[in-house]
């Protein structure tokens, strides 16, 4: 009955229980069927059934159904799969791969029924830095670090504007997530003061000399 979950600074997951705002008292230690703790998870996402697909910093991406022994989540290397980044919604996975493509990397989506026979990614067009699903199973990208699209079901819309700056590394939006009225709040690497007040007059956000997350 444990529905959210979280990746920890120490990688390891942490679980919400259901219905409650405290977290568990002991996170889960992701181990293989050897008993051998698994580390250095990047990102995590749950799907059908609390199965959750996780990446680590190697680009392996790894499979569990979710259910905890003790302090123990059994998980299993997806073969033949490669992820920097994944999301679940609507029985839908979507992953970044590690490989390489205009925008950043490649992007695959399956449907999963939160059975890890159920995956079968097959690409689709585009490439993104970051990603995330939204309630109804659309991924909402970001792409060369701050092109914001989102999929309609058949092709990729603009969200936000490309913002230009000669000779400034791409690298400003890291991370995104949508909520449920179809909102993206993102997340702001490095940037110069200037460049930080372009992205807040563009964006119609404040000041981020925080780097907090913000709404679009």
Known sequence: DEKIWVLGGDYRFWALEKGSRKFLKTPAYPTLTSKTEVKDFRKIAVGPKDA???????????????????????????????AVDVGIARSVAWILSTQKTGGGYKIYRSAFDGTLKSLKFKPVSGGATTLDVDAKGNAWIVVDGWQIKKYSGSKWQNVAP?????????????????????RPWVSLGFASDA??????????GGDLRSYNLFAL
């Open 52 to 82: 959750l697909l996780a990446t680590d910093k190697n680009g392996k991406l790894y499979y569990s159904n979710g259910k905890r022994t003790g302090n123990r989540l059994v998980v299993q290397q997806v073969r033949g799969v490669t």
């Open 162 to 182: 490309i913002l230009s700056a000669a000779g400034v590394k791409k690298t400003w939006i890291n991370e995104i997530t949508v909520d449920k009225y179809d």
């Open 195 to 204: 460049e930080r007040m372009k992205i807040a007059k563009i964006f119609g």
